[in-house]
């Protein structure tokens, strides 16, 4: 009988396993966790978790399908027929694209405002929003204030926007005139079909601006402040850090800033409905499809034709601008 070292009675308590045998233990165990693993076979999912994806997934899709999908399809095989919205519909293919863009005097002034609109947001709005952002970024006095004042105009409605700006640039009783002391011989903003367009236009950007400036100080926050410093160190200024380091990192926030501005600029109408429902210089797409189909003509299939080539307008930017900075990230 072996005994301890001390003379004792001989210890009944099993042994530990070795330290040297644990890697083992933990491999065999591994195997045996793997292997009933591959016994079991995929999870399969129950009654329950089958009607609760359904429900998460199936209702947002279905809203996604009756509510802009199908108006989409709809809109797109309407514009190939003539109907008034009472009578029959009947097909008449090519004719009301053909008329639109040959005998329809309103299409091709709005198509160039709409352009303008997206020249506008893309090259002034939005670049003006990004240096607000960098200027509360960098911890100015009272920040915290400017960047709630900057923001106030994204929580009102565009419609709210024109009624604003009817306030201040109506020609009667516009505070603009009374401040620029034109009461004797005021100044139109609003009728004169060459200031109304960029009076507008300034009174959309104020709203733009403070949306780009939220997006883009968001991703000023998360930037690295390690690549500043590094930059600094090898001798960059601000500009160059800016424009090197900062802007480059910002690429994910340039992508929803592009298609945001995009869709901003192409969706335009309740301003320019508010100031004078669309006319006199202010003449959208998007207004000419609710004379076309709501107002008194009730063309619903030429009406459709325009909505389809607004559809494709904001596509087409859309997609291009997205594909080039896919293809921009797939280099890097």
Known sequence: MLRTP?????????????ARDAPGAARRTGAR????ARRRGPRRFTRRDLAVIGLLLGIPVLLDMVIVWGPTLASVLLSFTSWDGIGDISWVGLRNYENLFTAYPAFWPAARHNLLWLAFLGLVATPFGLLLAVLVDRGVRFSRFYQSTLYMPVVLSLAVVGFIAQLILSRDQGALNAVLGNTADPTDWLGDRDLNIWMILLAAAWRHTGYVMILYLAGLKAVDPSLKEAAA??????AQTFFRIVFPTLRPVNVIVGVITVIEALRAFDIVYAVNKGRNGLELLSVLVTDNIIGEASRIGFGSAIAVVLLLFSLGFVVTFLVQEIRGESRR
Do not use: Q, V, Y
């Open 33 to 36: 966790t793997r292997a009933s």
């Open 233 to 238: 160190i090898d001798g960059a200024n601000e």
């Open 6 to 18: 001390g003379g004792g009675p001989p210890d009944p308590r099993p042994k530990a396993p070795a």
